[in-house]
């Protein structure tokens, strides 16, 4: 998958097509109950995805204007909208992520050709260029949605998102101090992928790219998965 963001774009929108559908289908108890993040209801995965669609335009209005405007207020913020609006039925769910998600897109298809070059901050004081937005975007789109717990699981991403997933999971461990080696052999590709210093020895776990990718980044247990050599899973690194 390409990191272009007009190439993105389109994938953006079908991507929050599907899970306005997923949430759709939803009612205000299922709203209420748990989510697969621990200590989450699905109100608030859902308000976390539409504040980030909002912290995003806010990032693209820096780009734009070269005013600073951060995602977010502060993290404090950040958890306060989250909680604030969680317990929230679904109509208001719905209307609120659908107005944040537009509102995004709007400001994307607005966005001049030379602003996606400029520097912004993002989460964590971390900058990079306003064209990594589109992609953190979907990505918060697609792990989310599963995180749901609501029908929509790892092997319905589209096999380009779990291929890019994987490699940047793969890369932001391997980046990391103290990570436990592994090789992963995804099916899909030719060849395998490393994180930290590998030796002979290293366990070699290979399967579905959009397994390895779920399973790296905490949303499965692996069991698609085959270790070299025989036996349990090993514990994957921690990833954000």
Known sequence: MTAD???????????????????????????????????????????????????????????????????????????????????????????????????????????PADAWGAIVERTGGRKAPAATCVWGRLREVEVHHVDLDAGYRPDDWPEAFSQHLLREVVSDLDDGTGVTPLILRPTELEHDLTIGQTERDTPVVAGPAFELAAWLAGRSSGVDLNATPEGPLPTPPAWI
């Open 5 to 111: 963001p007009l190439v993105l774009l389109p994938e953006l929108d079908r991507a929050t097509d599907r899970l306005l559908r997923t949430a759709e289908a939803l009612d205000d108890a299922a709203v209420a109950g748990p989510s697969l993040l621990p200590g989450w209801t699905r109100g608030h995965v859902l308000t976390h995805l539409a504040r980030n669609a909002d912290s995003y335009r806010n990032l693209l209005t820096w780009a734009r204007t070269g005013v600073r405007t951060p995602g977010y207020p502060s993290a404090e913020a950040r958890e306060a909208g989250i909680v604030e609006g969680a317990g929230r039925p679904l109509a208001e769910q719905l209307e609120d992520l659908r107005t944040a998600s537009t509102r995004l897109a709007e400001s994307a298809a607005e966005l």
